[in-house]
Nanobody, 128 residues
Framework: QVQLVESGGGSVQAGGSLRLSCVAS????????MAWFREGPGKEREGVAR????????SYADYVKGRFTISLDNAKNTLYLLMTGLKPEDSAIYYC?????????????????????WGQGTQVTVSS
């Protein structure tokens, strides 16, 4: 059974930084990807960043490229999202998710409906 637990959210001023963590258990397959998504007030859930379960081939949504960094430490079973240069529009609940698949998951958009398992989310609030 896959379980994902996020932490690291909080309140920061614009321009600040936060690092989110997602501890994963039960992810035994090497085929698939992990990703970060976010859901702002009144908005649909959107993809932020994705990485292969091997810890390679990161990719980012255009609106965070150059500011956010995704990484995966398989020794610690932990997915990270380092967020720098935060903007008020980055305020949202951030979720980590796992997509188990034998097919490629490292290209195309980071789509929520392709992910099988989800954490409970962690709130990020950026004030101007």
């Amino acid at each position: 059974q896959v379980q994902l637990v996020e932490s690291g959210g909080g309140s920061v001023q614009a321009g600040g930084s936060l690092r989110l963590s997602c501890v994963a258990s039960g992810v035994t397959s090497s085929g698939g990807c992990m990703a970060w998504f976010r859901e702002g007030p009144g908005k649909e859930r959107e993809g932020v960043a994705r990485i292969h379960l091997s810890g390679t081939i990161p990719s980012y949504a255009d609106y965070v490229k150059g500011r956010f960094t995704i990484s995966l430490d398989n020794a610690k079973n932990t997915l990270y999202l380092l967020m720098t240069g935060l903007k008020p529009e980055d305020s949202a609940i951030y979720y980590c998710a796992v997509r188990r698949t034998s097919s490629s998951c490292v290209s195309g958009s980071i789509a929520p409906n392709e992910y099988n398992y989800w954490g409970q989310g962690t709130q990020v609030t950026v004030s101007s």
